[in-house]
Structure formats: C-alpha cells, structure tokens
C-alpha cells in the first residue's frame, strides 16, 4: 500500500519562510504524480492552495509556492502570516492524472 | 460559482450500509474532463480518498476500500451517491464530497462543507 509522508509539526516565526515535503513510499516525487496541496483549519472543509507541483489557485495567496525539491514535492511559505497556522495535506496521483490518489499524513503548521 | 454539499445519516449501526449523497451546483457532470470525489477524515486524523467518478462515468476507488464502496452519478439531478456497506466504529467520520476540475493534474478544487457520521450500536 502507497505511503505518503509529510512531517507531523513545524513551528515557524511571523515573517519567516518554512518548507514543509511531501514524499512517497514508491520513490522520487515526479511532475507525473501531479502534487496538490491543501490547507485545513480546525473546524473547516480544506481548501485547495496548489496543483501540478506549482501551479495556484485564483485564490491562492502569492506567499504560498510549490516546487519538487530532493525528491519530494514542497511547499513554501515566505513571509509568514498568524493565518497560515494550519494543517496542511499533500496529494499524490498515482498511475496519472485521472487515476488514484492518495493523501499524505499532513503537516501541522505553527507559528509563534 | 460551484458548491457542493453532503446529505446522509448522521448515525448507522455497524453492518449496515451508508448511502451519502452529493448535490452540487455550478457545473455539470457531464463535461468532458469533470469529477467528483469522497473523501472523509476521521476524528483528529489525516485525510482519505475513498472514491472519485468522471463525467464519462469512470470510477476509481482507494484500493483499501474497494470492496466496500460504490460510486454513481445522476447528472440530471446533479448529484452524486457514495454507498459504503459493513460499517464500523473506525468509519466514523467527516465525509466531504468534492470537485474535480477540467484542468490536469489538479485533484479536489473546491469542497464541501463535510457531513460527520458517527457508527454506533
């Protein structure tokens, strides 16, 4: 069974930049497997923050980016806002686009 | 503007079957490229794919969960059914439903607001 592994918590500065990763059991994150990105506040649906490693949302706030970083899928924040404290999701495609997907474990952002 | 929102039990006793339905407004089913997935999220923990059904009527299902789930469209009605059957206290749960857009490579755009179901005798 595919296995997605993100780290449980990090803790970040108002301001600063944290990266948080996305790995798969399978091996190297590629652009093929199409890395999504969300966000979840407590009590709140989750909201879709990127696509296909890089790409934002309209609604996507220019501090968030994507990337394929040592063969994982990132997430990067810079400059920091009390609002971005959050859980955060990375998805996987395997087998394509239109085939199955499967969730990571989700990060727990802090920032103090 | 697209919504999306779950309707179904909010308790069932273990064994038996959960119907869940997505009635969503603000795009069709029937164009080419568009789905719509279940997802739920247990109490405190991560998120799970359960199913995902395309406007050509294909069906994927989480390999875990394959025996258990079944996913149809009714694109007259706009909506979407998940049936899960043999319920148990471990499926207590979140369910969202979820759109999928046209665009490759992007999964679950916009949500719904989620429908808790709690398996209890």
């Known amino acids: 069974q595919t296995v997605v592994t993100q780290e449980p918590s990090l803790t970040v500065s108002p301001g600063g930049t944290v990266t948080l990763t996305c790995a798969s059991s399978t091996g190297a994150v590629t652009s093929g497997y199409y890395p999504n990105w969300f966000q979840q506040k407590p009590g709140q649906a989750p909201r879709a923050l990127i696509y296909s490693t890089s790409n934002k949302h309209s609604w996507t706030p220019a501090r968030f980016s994507g990337s394929l970083l040592g063969g994982k899928a990132a997430l990067t924040l810079s400059g920091v806002q009390p609002e971005d404290e959050a859980e955060y999701y990375c998805?996987?495609?395997?087998?394509?686009?239109?085939?199955?997907?499967?969730f990571g474990g989700g990060t727990k952002l802090t920032v103090l | 503007q697209i919504t999306l929102k779950e309707s179904g039990p909010t308790l069932v006793k273990p064994t038996q079957t959960l119907t869940l339905t997505c009635t969503f407004s603000?795009?069709?089913?029937?164009?080419?490229?568009?789905?719509v997935g279940w997802i739920r999220q247990p109490p405190g923990k991560a998120l799970e794919w359960l199913a995902l059904i395309y406007w050509d009527d294909d069906k994927r299902y989480s390999p875990s969960l394959k025996s258990r789930l079944t996913i149809t469209k009714d694109t007259s009605k706009n909506q979407v059914v998940l049936t899960m059957t043999n319920m148990d206290p471990v499926d207590t749960a979140t369910y969202y439903c979820?759109?999928?857009?046209?665009?490759?490579?992007?999964?679950?755009?916009?949500w719904g607001q989620g429908t808790m179901v709690t398996v209890s005798s």
């Open positions: 603000g795009f069709s089913l029937s164009t080419s490229g568009v789905g």
């Open positions: 998805l996987l495609y395997y087998g394509g686009a239109q085939l199955d997907v499967v």
């Open positions: 979820a759109h999928r857009p046209i665009v490759v490579g992007a999964a679950f755009d916009i």
